[in-house]
Nanobody
Framework: QVQLVESGGGLVQAGRSLTLSCAAS????????MGWYRQAPGKQRELVAT???????NYADSVKGRFTISRENAKNTVYLQMNSLKHEDTAVYYC?????????WGQGTQVTVSS
């Protein structure tokens, strides 16, 4: 069992920046992929960005050029640097980790961007 603890959410004005962090509990197995998804009110959960243990990244088109995902493998921690935030980025952001074929989710952290 892997537990994910997110931090860094909050209220921010449009155009400003925010950084999310997610720390995974220690595990005997390697964490293949870590990332972030988000869910806005009335919408389905969607991918924001993912990063593999080899630092291969994938971004949603809506955040490319504004968000940067990174990870510290030694700490099992993933970060999401969010710049030039827009009102439409408002959502609950969920940390994600995959160990072998099992997916784990954090409890979510609210990001609210005021326009």
């Amino acid at each position: 069992q892997v537990q994910l603890v997110e931090s860094g959410g909050g209220l921010v004005q449009a155009g400003r920046s925010l950084t999310l962090s997610c720390a995974a509990s220690r595990t005997s197995f390697s964490i293949n992929t870590m990332g972030w998804y988000r869910q806005a009110p009335g919408k389905q959960r969607e991918l924001v960005a993912t990063i593999t243990s080899a630092d291969n990244t994938n971004y949603a088109d809506s955040v490319k050029g504004r968000f940067t995902i990174s990870r510290e493998n030694a700490k099992n921690t993933v970060y999401l640097q969010m710049n030039s935030l827009k009102h439409e980025d408002t959502a609950v952001y969920y940390c994600y980790a995959r160990v072998a074929i099992i997916s784990y989710w954090g409890q979510g952290t609210q990001v609210t961007v005021s326009s």
